[in-house]
Protein backbone atom coordinates (compact mmCIF):
# COMPACT_ATOMS: atom_id res chain seq x y z
CA UNK A 1 0.00 0.00 0.00
CA UNK A 2 1.48 3.23 -0.86
CA UNK A 3 2.16 5.97 1.92
CA UNK A 4 -0.46 8.44 2.59
CA UNK A 5 0.64 12.03 1.13
CA UNK A 6 1.49 13.52 5.20
CA UNK A 7 3.54 16.75 4.98
CA UNK A 8 5.29 17.25 8.27
CA UNK A 9 7.06 20.48 9.28
CA UNK A 10 8.96 22.09 12.67
CA UNK A 11 10.07 25.45 14.05
CA UNK A 12 12.65 25.38 16.94
CA UNK A 13 11.39 28.13 19.63
CA UNK A 14 14.80 29.38 20.51
CA UNK A 15 14.20 33.19 19.51
CA UNK A 16 12.02 36.29 17.54
CA UNK A 17 10.53 34.26 14.90
CA UNK A 18 11.90 36.38 11.56
CA UNK A 19 11.47 36.88 8.39
CA UNK A 20 13.50 34.05 7.06
CA UNK A 21 11.04 31.83 8.83
CA UNK A 22 8.12 33.37 7.42
CA UNK A 23 8.88 33.07 3.75
CA UNK A 24 11.15 29.91 3.66
CA UNK A 25 8.24 28.35 5.74
CA UNK A 26 5.38 29.63 7.68
CA UNK A 27 3.77 31.05 4.66
CA UNK A 28 4.51 27.97 2.48
CA UNK A 29 2.85 25.40 5.12
CA UNK A 30 -0.53 27.52 4.48
CA UNK A 31 -1.79 26.16 0.98
CA UNK A 32 -0.23 22.69 1.91
CA UNK A 33 -3.09 22.19 4.15
CA UNK A 34 -5.97 22.23 1.09
CA UNK A 35 -4.30 19.52 -0.49
CA UNK A 36 -2.07 17.40 2.09
CA UNK A 37 -2.79 15.47 5.80
CA UNK A 38 -0.35 18.30 7.30
CA UNK A 39 1.71 18.72 10.96
CA UNK A 40 3.20 21.45 11.78
CA UNK A 41 5.21 21.22 15.05
CA UNK A 42 6.81 23.92 17.57
CA UNK A 43 9.83 21.67 18.68
CA UNK A 44 10.61 22.77 22.18
CA UNK A 45 12.93 20.04 22.29
CA UNK A 46 15.31 20.70 19.53
CA UNK A 47 15.41 24.35 20.89
CA UNK A 48 17.10 22.91 24.70
CA UNK A 49 19.90 21.61 22.65
CA UNK A 50 20.85 24.80 23.08
CA UNK A 51 20.80 26.63 26.64
CA UNK A 52 17.20 28.03 26.24
CA UNK A 53 15.96 30.37 29.70
CA UNK A 54 12.53 28.18 30.42
CA UNK A 55 10.66 31.38 30.60
CA UNK A 56 11.89 32.34 27.29
CA UNK A 57 10.89 28.69 26.13
CA UNK A 58 7.32 28.75 27.10
CA UNK A 59 6.85 32.47 25.62
CA UNK A 60 8.30 31.46 22.43
CA UNK A 61 6.68 28.02 22.32
CA UNK A 62 3.32 30.12 22.27
CA UNK A 63 4.54 33.20 20.09
CA UNK A 64 5.44 30.20 16.90
CA UNK A 65 1.87 28.21 17.55
CA UNK A 66 -0.09 31.76 17.47
CA UNK A 67 2.09 32.49 14.59
CA UNK A 68 0.96 29.54 12.47
CA UNK A 69 -2.39 30.47 13.30
CA UNK A 70 -2.44 34.25 12.58
CA UNK A 71 -0.54 32.91 9.28
CA UNK A 72 -4.16 30.66 7.75
CA UNK A 73 -2.88 27.72 9.66
CA UNK A 74 -6.59 26.34 10.89
CA UNK A 75 -6.47 23.81 13.95
CA UNK A 76 -9.17 21.91 12.39
CA UNK A 77 -7.76 21.25 9.09
CA UNK A 78 -3.76 21.17 10.26
CA UNK A 79 -2.50 19.40 13.36
CA UNK A 80 -0.36 22.31 15.55
CA UNK A 81 1.12 20.66 18.45
CA UNK A 82 4.66 21.27 20.51
CA UNK A 83 6.74 18.32 20.55
CA UNK A 84 7.12 17.28 23.90
CA UNK A 85 3.42 16.61 24.81
CA UNK A 86 4.14 13.95 22.13
CA UNK A 87 6.80 11.51 24.12
CA UNK A 88 7.12 9.17 21.22
CA UNK A 89 9.65 11.69 19.27
CA UNK A 90 12.00 10.64 22.18
CA UNK A 91 11.55 7.10 21.87
CA UNK A 92 11.94 7.21 17.61
CA UNK A 93 15.31 9.25 18.09
CA UNK A 94 16.85 6.90 20.30
CA UNK A 95 16.46 4.05 17.77
CA UNK A 96 17.79 6.30 15.37
CA UNK A 97 20.62 7.38 17.33
CA UNK A 98 21.42 3.33 16.67
CA UNK A 99 20.97 3.51 13.33
CA UNK A 100 22.53 6.41 12.28
CA UNK A 101 26.47 6.36 12.09
CA UNK A 102 28.72 8.79 13.63
CA UNK A 103 30.23 9.50 10.45
CA UNK A 104 26.89 10.90 8.70
CA UNK A 105 26.46 12.89 11.94
CA UNK A 106 29.80 14.49 11.97
CA UNK A 107 29.35 15.61 8.69
CA UNK A 108 26.25 18.08 9.49
CA UNK A 109 27.17 21.30 8.37
CA UNK A 110 25.16 23.23 10.72
CA UNK A 111 26.62 21.12 13.46
CA UNK A 112 29.81 22.69 12.63
CA UNK A 113 28.77 25.73 12.30
CA UNK A 114 26.81 25.83 15.76
CA UNK A 115 29.62 23.99 17.55
CA UNK A 116 32.45 26.10 16.29
CA UNK A 117 35.38 26.42 18.01
CA UNK A 118 33.86 25.08 20.78
CA UNK A 119 32.87 21.36 19.92
CA UNK A 120 34.12 19.41 23.13
CA UNK A 121 31.78 22.21 25.27
CA UNK A 122 28.55 21.74 23.42
CA UNK A 123 25.79 19.25 24.28
CA UNK A 124 25.35 15.93 23.28
CA UNK A 125 22.05 16.77 22.38
CA UNK A 126 23.33 19.34 19.50
CA UNK A 127 24.87 16.41 17.70
CA UNK A 128 22.41 13.94 17.90
CA UNK A 129 19.94 17.03 16.42
CA UNK A 130 19.26 15.44 12.92
CA UNK A 131 18.44 11.92 14.68
CA UNK A 132 15.22 13.69 16.82
CA UNK A 133 14.59 15.33 13.10
CA UNK A 134 14.31 12.43 11.53
CA UNK A 135 12.15 10.63 14.47
CA UNK A 136 9.86 13.86 14.03
CA UNK A 137 9.22 13.46 10.43
CA UNK A 138 9.38 9.38 10.54
CA UNK A 139 6.92 9.01 13.34
CA UNK A 140 3.80 10.09 11.08
CA UNK A 141 5.61 8.78 7.65
CA UNK A 142 5.40 12.11 6.13
CA UNK A 143 5.91 12.06 2.74
CA UNK A 144 7.20 15.96 2.34
CA UNK A 145 8.62 18.29 4.48
CA UNK A 146 8.71 22.02 3.31
CA UNK A 147 11.90 23.91 4.64
CA UNK A 148 14.31 26.65 3.88
CA UNK A 149 17.43 25.63 2.10
CA UNK A 150 19.33 25.44 5.33
CA UNK A 151 17.49 22.24 6.43
CA UNK A 152 18.36 20.67 3.14
CA UNK A 153 21.32 18.43 4.69
CA UNK A 154 19.20 17.44 7.78
CA UNK A 155 16.52 15.72 5.27
CA UNK A 156 18.77 13.75 3.13
CA UNK A 157 20.11 12.18 6.34
CA UNK A 158 16.37 11.57 7.14
CA UNK A 159 16.26 9.48 3.84
CA UNK A 160 19.43 7.74 5.00
CA UNK A 161 18.21 7.04 7.99
CA UNK A 162 14.57 5.05 6.90
CA UNK A 163 16.68 3.40 4.28
CA UNK A 164 19.03 1.86 6.78
CA UNK A 165 16.23 1.12 8.89
CA UNK A 166 14.24 -0.68 6.06
CA UNK A 167 17.41 -2.48 4.95
CA UNK A 168 18.50 -3.69 8.32
CA UNK A 169 14.97 -4.70 9.29
CA UNK A 170 13.54 -5.74 6.26
CA UNK A 171 13.06 -9.68 7.38
CA UNK A 172 11.22 -8.28 10.21
CA UNK A 173 9.62 -5.32 8.16
CA UNK A 174 7.71 -8.22 6.15
CA UNK A 175 6.72 -10.28 8.94
CA UNK A 176 5.11 -7.51 10.10
CA UNK A 177 2.61 -7.72 7.28
CA UNK A 178 4.59 -4.73 5.94
CA UNK A 179 5.70 -4.43 1.96
CA UNK A 180 9.67 -4.79 2.16
CA UNK A 181 10.62 -3.65 -1.09
CA UNK A 182 8.56 -0.22 -0.67
CA UNK A 183 9.66 -0.44 3.09
CA UNK A 184 8.44 0.71 6.75
CA UNK A 185 9.28 4.43 6.19
CA UNK A 186 8.83 6.43 3.37
CA UNK A 187 11.71 8.37 1.74
CA UNK A 188 10.21 11.69 2.06
CA UNK A 189 10.79 14.77 -0.21
CA UNK A 190 12.42 17.93 0.57
CA UNK A 191 9.36 20.35 -0.19
CA UNK A 192 11.63 23.64 -1.03
CA UNK A 193 10.79 25.42 -4.15
CA UNK A 194 10.04 29.49 -4.33
CA UNK A 195 11.77 32.77 -4.51
CA UNK A 196 12.97 32.80 -0.55
CA UNK A 197 14.27 29.37 0.33
CA UNK A 198 17.38 31.25 1.67
CA UNK A 199 16.20 34.83 2.98
CA UNK A 200 19.91 36.95 3.38
CA UNK A 201 20.36 39.48 6.16
CA UNK A 202 19.62 43.03 5.78
CA UNK A 203 22.95 44.31 6.52
CA UNK A 204 25.04 41.53 4.52
CA UNK A 205 23.54 39.91 0.94
CA UNK A 206 26.19 36.53 1.93
CA UNK A 207 24.81 35.80 5.11
CA UNK A 208 21.68 34.01 6.22
CA UNK A 209 18.71 36.06 8.14
CA UNK A 210 18.92 34.20 11.46
CA UNK A 211 17.51 34.15 14.92
CA UNK A 212 20.63 35.09 16.34
CA UNK A 213 21.96 37.87 14.49
CA UNK A 214 24.19 39.98 15.99
CA UNK A 215 22.49 43.53 14.51
CA UNK A 216 19.04 43.76 14.62
CA UNK A 217 18.93 46.08 11.70
CA UNK A 218 19.99 43.23 9.67
CA UNK A 219 16.65 41.14 10.47
CA UNK A 220 12.69 41.82 10.31
CA UNK A 221 11.17 40.05 13.25
CA UNK A 222 7.54 38.78 12.68
CA UNK A 223 6.36 40.94 15.77
CA UNK A 224 8.36 44.29 14.49
CA UNK A 225 6.02 47.18 14.46
CA UNK A 226 4.91 48.92 10.76
CA UNK A 227 7.87 51.82 11.09
CA UNK A 228 10.97 49.79 12.28
CA UNK A 229 10.14 47.16 9.23
CA UNK A 230 10.25 50.46 7.09
CA UNK A 231 12.97 51.61 8.59
CA UNK A 232 15.00 48.11 8.06
CA UNK A 233 13.93 47.87 4.41
CA UNK A 234 14.91 51.54 3.91
CA UNK A 235 18.34 51.06 5.28
CA UNK A 236 19.43 47.68 4.06
CA UNK A 237 22.91 47.29 1.96
CA UNK A 238 22.43 47.57 -1.33
CA UNK A 239 24.75 48.59 -4.20
CA UNK A 240 24.08 51.81 -6.44
CA UNK A 241 22.93 50.17 -9.78
CA UNK A 242 19.60 50.04 -10.74
CA UNK A 243 17.19 46.88 -10.82
CA UNK A 244 17.82 44.74 -14.17
CA UNK A 245 15.26 43.53 -16.51
CA UNK A 246 15.97 39.75 -15.75
CA UNK A 247 17.23 37.65 -12.61
CA UNK A 248 19.96 36.85 -14.40
CA UNK A 249 21.03 40.30 -14.36
CA UNK A 250 20.67 39.61 -10.22
CA UNK A 251 23.36 36.88 -9.94
CA UNK A 252 26.48 38.94 -8.64
CA UNK A 253 24.44 41.13 -6.75
CA UNK A 254 23.56 39.36 -3.35
CA UNK A 255 22.04 42.26 -1.52
CA UNK A 256 19.64 43.43 -4.86
CA UNK A 257 18.99 39.58 -5.05
CA UNK A 258 17.21 39.38 -1.25
CA UNK A 259 15.38 42.02 -1.48
CA UNK A 260 14.13 41.35 -5.18
CA UNK A 261 12.93 37.60 -3.57
CA UNK A 262 11.61 39.53 -0.69
CA UNK A 263 9.17 41.05 -2.68
CA UNK A 264 8.30 37.88 -4.87
CA UNK A 265 7.62 35.89 -2.07
CA UNK A 266 5.43 38.36 -0.07
CA UNK A 267 3.38 39.08 -3.61
CA UNK A 268 3.38 35.57 -4.34
CA UNK A 269 5.20 37.12 -7.78
CA UNK A 270 8.01 35.11 -9.45
CA UNK A 271 11.14 37.27 -9.86
CA UNK A 272 11.10 37.98 -13.35
CA UNK A 273 7.84 39.34 -12.98
CA UNK A 274 8.61 41.48 -10.07
CA UNK A 275 11.36 42.66 -12.42
CA UNK A 276 9.41 42.98 -15.26
CA UNK A 277 8.04 45.77 -13.39
CA UNK A 278 10.64 47.51 -11.30
CA UNK A 279 13.99 47.18 -14.15
CA UNK A 280 15.44 49.71 -14.85
CA UNK A 281 14.35 51.48 -11.50
CA UNK A 282 16.34 52.96 -8.56
CA UNK A 283 16.38 52.09 -4.82
CA UNK A 284 14.62 54.79 -4.19
CA UNK A 285 11.20 53.59 -6.01
CA UNK A 286 11.93 49.70 -5.24
CA UNK A 287 12.68 50.06 -1.47
CA UNK A 288 9.29 52.34 -0.41
CA UNK A 289 7.19 49.32 -2.36
CA UNK A 290 8.82 46.66 -0.53
CA UNK A 291 8.29 48.37 2.71
CA UNK A 292 4.40 49.16 1.63
CA UNK A 293 4.34 45.65 0.76
CA UNK A 294 5.92 44.10 4.03
CA UNK A 295 4.16 46.02 6.51
CA UNK A 296 0.89 45.12 4.13
CA UNK A 297 1.53 41.67 5.07
CA UNK A 298 3.05 41.45 8.29
CA UNK A 299 1.40 43.77 10.31
CA UNK A 300 -2.18 42.09 10.10
CA UNK A 301 -0.24 38.60 11.16
CA UNK A 302 1.73 40.37 14.22
CA UNK A 303 -2.11 41.89 15.47
CA UNK A 304 -3.67 38.39 15.48
CA UNK A 305 -0.49 37.12 16.96
CA UNK A 306 -0.56 39.32 19.70
CA UNK A 307 -3.85 38.29 20.43
CA UNK A 308 -3.29 35.09 20.33
CA UNK A 309 -0.24 34.88 22.40
CA UNK A 310 -2.54 36.83 25.45
CA UNK A 311 -5.11 34.12 25.04
CA UNK A 312 -3.39 31.43 27.06
CA UNK A 313 -5.76 29.08 27.73
CA UNK A 314 -7.31 28.88 24.18
CA UNK A 315 -3.36 28.18 23.02
CA UNK A 316 -3.25 25.26 25.55
CA UNK A 317 -6.61 23.86 24.18
CA UNK A 318 -5.24 24.15 20.61
CA UNK A 319 -1.91 22.36 21.76
CA UNK A 320 -3.26 19.29 23.87
CA UNK A 321 -5.83 19.02 20.94
CA UNK A 322 -2.61 19.08 18.28
CA UNK A 323 -0.86 16.25 20.47
CA UNK A 324 -4.26 14.06 20.75
CA UNK A 325 -4.47 14.13 17.13
CA UNK A 326 -0.64 13.66 16.62
CA UNK A 327 -0.33 10.61 19.44
CA UNK A 328 -3.44 8.68 17.59
CA UNK A 329 -1.06 8.34 14.52
CA UNK A 330 2.11 7.80 16.34
CA UNK A 331 1.49 5.49 18.69
CA UNK A 332 0.37 3.03 15.92
CA UNK A 333 3.67 3.44 14.03
CA UNK A 334 5.56 2.86 17.42
CA UNK A 335 4.47 -0.17 18.23
CA UNK A 336 4.73 -1.71 15.06
CA UNK A 337 8.76 -0.40 15.11
CA UNK A 338 8.97 -1.62 18.63
CA UNK A 339 7.89 -5.28 16.96
CA UNK A 340 10.29 -4.59 14.02
CA UNK A 341 13.15 -3.83 16.46
CA UNK A 342 12.60 -6.82 18.89
CA UNK A 343 11.29 -5.34 21.75
CA UNK A 344 9.09 -7.55 24.02
CA UNK A 345 6.05 -5.96 23.94
P1 LIG B 1 14.54 26.60 12.42
O1 LIG B 1 13.71 26.76 13.65
O2 LIG B 1 15.95 27.07 12.46
O3 LIG B 1 13.84 27.30 11.20
C1 LIG B 1 12.47 27.06 10.91
C2 LIG B 1 12.23 27.09 9.43
O4 LIG B 1 12.61 28.36 8.89
C3 LIG B 1 13.50 28.16 7.80
N1 LIG B 1 14.46 29.27 7.77
C4 LIG B 1 14.70 30.03 6.69
N2 LIG B 1 14.19 29.97 5.44
C5 LIG B 1 14.63 30.89 4.56
N3 LIG B 1 15.57 31.83 4.87
C6 LIG B 1 16.11 31.90 6.12
N4 LIG B 1 17.01 32.84 6.42
C7 LIG B 1 15.68 30.97 7.09
N5 LIG B 1 16.00 30.75 8.39
C8 LIG B 1 15.25 29.71 8.79
C9 LIG B 1 14.19 26.84 8.08
O5 LIG B 1 14.73 26.28 6.91
C10 LIG B 1 13.05 26.04 8.65
O6 LIG B 1 12.25 25.49 7.62
N6 LIG B 1 15.80 21.77 12.48
C11 LIG B 1 14.73 22.70 12.16
C12 LIG B 1 13.46 22.42 12.92
C13 LIG B 1 12.92 21.05 12.79
C14 LIG B 1 12.24 20.50 11.68
C15 LIG B 1 11.91 19.18 12.05
C16 LIG B 1 11.90 21.01 10.44
C17 LIG B 1 13.00 20.07 13.74
N7 LIG B 1 12.38 18.96 13.30
C18 LIG B 1 11.22 18.33 11.16
C19 LIG B 1 11.21 20.15 9.55
C20 LIG B 1 10.89 18.85 9.93
C21 LIG B 1 15.19 24.09 12.51
O7 LIG B 1 16.05 24.29 13.32
O8 LIG B 1 14.49 25.08 11.92
Not at 85 to 112: P, Y
Not at 278 to 306: D, H, I, N
Request: hydrophobic share 40%.
Amino acid sequence: MPFTPRVFSGIKPSGDLHLGNYLGAIRRFVPLQETHETIYCVVDMHAITVWQDPEDLRRWTYEIAAAYIASGLDPKKSIIFNQSQVVEHAELSWIFNCVARMGWMSRMTQFKDKAGENSENVSLGLFAYPSLMAADILLYKSTGVPVGDDQRQHLELTRDIAKKFNHDFKKQIAGNGFDADEGFFPITETLSTGPAMRVMSLRDGTKKMSKSDASDMSTIYMMDEADLITKKIKKATTDPEPLPSEAKGLETRPEAQNLVAIFAALSDRSVDDVLSEYGGQGWGKFKPALAELAVSVLSPVATEMRRLVDDRGEMDRILADGADRARAIAQPVMEDVRRIVGFVR
